[in-house]
């Protein structure tokens, strides 16, 4: 099923294996401990009111089983792609295309997005041009080495669990803390909690970063299968604090009316002189989250490229640096433009749609392992692609609209692609 093969690291145009385990469970960290976190209760709680958690506990069960599926599959495919590879090798060309379209086109927009939201808090008057900043930055960083990524990640995970143990602490120890909010009362709807599990579960997306180095990765098949289910598992305890510490000061309606819900949480637990430090927090949060999605776009860029779905030139490697150094580039430049030229804060729900298609793909794909490949219990991919698609469809109808529109158009292209190819 297999197209080009991608060359073994250390090779000329293959990339270096630099990353240990712990290097491998901060990346994860540093793309799943971002913005969303201080961006996304709100929505979610005006979906799922009382049953915010149950939402949350449901995103963290699919979750898991895109986890496991995603551990397995890049412990057997150890190269740049992620999903895209998987997709390809074991369901045919046109799945591993589908899938890498969805999580290039998706998340350069969430890159656009990530760094506007850097220039919101940084400096609002002048949002779009510290955005561009922000990704000039990162994209330097990047093209040094992905051992420079992993220490600047180490430097901004750990800014950010500072802050959001702080508010956590405060929180619990208010004085206007009350746990009768955490009751699930009739506002909770099956429905409701749906949708908020979609909108949370990109909070714990952040995994694939892992998957999608597998090619950067020293030894991966063991390192890959531990790194992320230890990622996936700090993330999850972290979000749980935070979603209660929350709850317990602002309750279900004030935090759906939250526009800014960490720092308003701040603010009802009297601890004024936390709220400046809520918002460092988050512009260094949606940094980390920008440096990991660059990351991540540009090496499924660089495995597209190498089967020509992309033009060949951007399959090419740093002899020095071992990156993928073109493909970086033109990342950089297409997110800086977006992130200059354009609000796509409010314009990315294709983004959610389309990685939820992505995790399916994987899902599938992990179906298909034989129990010599590593092959998780059958549920867990099953489980793991029945809940992508049922959370893909409970997203707002503008979302999955949109989103399927620009499948088909990838799809378009790749039929128009082959046809043409097959002409004498």
Not at 374 to 384: E, S, T
Request: aromatic content about 6%; hydrophobic content about 55%; overall charge positive.
């Amino acid at each position: 099923m297999s197209s080009t093969p991608s060359p073994p690291a250390g090779a000329p145009d293959g990339l270096r294996r630099n990353l240990g385990a712990a290097d491998a469970v901060m990346i994860g960290l540093g793309a799943m401990l971002g913005a969303g976190i201080f961006a996304s209760l709100a929505p979610a709680a005006r979906a799922a009111g009382s049953g915010l958690l149950l939402g949350l506990a449901l995103a963290a069960v699919v979750a898991y089983c895109n986890a496991t599926s995603s551990a397995r599959l890049a412990a057997l495919y150890p190269a740049s792609g992620g999903t895209y590879v998987y997709g390809r090798e074991r369901l045919g060309e046109f799945w591993g295309f589908l899938a890498g379209w969805a999580f290039v086109v998706g998340k350069t927009a969430s890159c656009a997005a990530m760094a506007l939201t850097v220039g919101s808090y940084v400096w609002p008057g002048q949002a779009h041009a510290v955005a561009v900043a922000a990704v000039v930055a990162l994209t330097a960083v990047n093209y040094a080495g992905v051992q420079k990524s992993a220490l600047l990640t180490r430097v901004i995970v750990a800014i950010v669990l500072a802050v959001l143990a702080a508010v956590v602490v405060t929180s619990f120890t208010s004085g206007t803390a009350d746990r009768t909010r955490l009751d699930i009362g009739s506002d909770a709807t099956a429905g409701g909690v749906l949708q908020a599990a979609g909108l949370l579960f990109f909070a714990f997306a952040g995994y694939a970063r892992i998957a999608t180095l597998g090619e950067e990765v020293r030894d991966p098949a063991r390192t890959i299968p531990r790194a992320i289910p230890v990622a996936l598992g700090i993330t999850l305890a972290v979000y749980t604090a935070v979603a209660v510490s929350v709850l317990l000061v602002l309750g279900p309606d004030g935090l759906a009316g939250a526009g800014a819900p960490l720092t308003q949480a701040a603010q009802a637990a009297g601890a004024h002189w936390l709220v400046p430090v809520v918002r460092i927090g988050a512009a260094v949060a949606a940094l980390g989250s920008l440096l990991a999605l660059v990351l991540g776009v540009s090496r499924t860029t660089l495995a597209m490229a190498r089967d020509h779905h992309l033009p060949h030139a951007l399959a090419a490697v740093h002899p020095r640096f071992k990156v993928p150094h073109r493909a970086e580039l033109l990342v950089g430049a297409v997110v800086a433009v977006a992130a200059a030229s354009t609000d796509v804060r409010g314009a990315i729900g294709f983004s959610s749609f389309g990685v939820l298609v992505y995790y399916a793909i994987a899902n599938a794909s992990a179906s298909t392992l034989a129990p010599a490949e590593g092959r998780p219990a059958r549920i867990i991919p099953l489980v793991g692609l029945a809940g992508c698609l049922a959370l893909a469809f409970a997203l707002p109808w503008s979302s999955v609209i949109t989103g399927a529109a620009v499948l088909l158009a990838g799809a378009a292209a790749y039929g128009i692609r082959r046809t043409i190819a097959r002409r004498p």
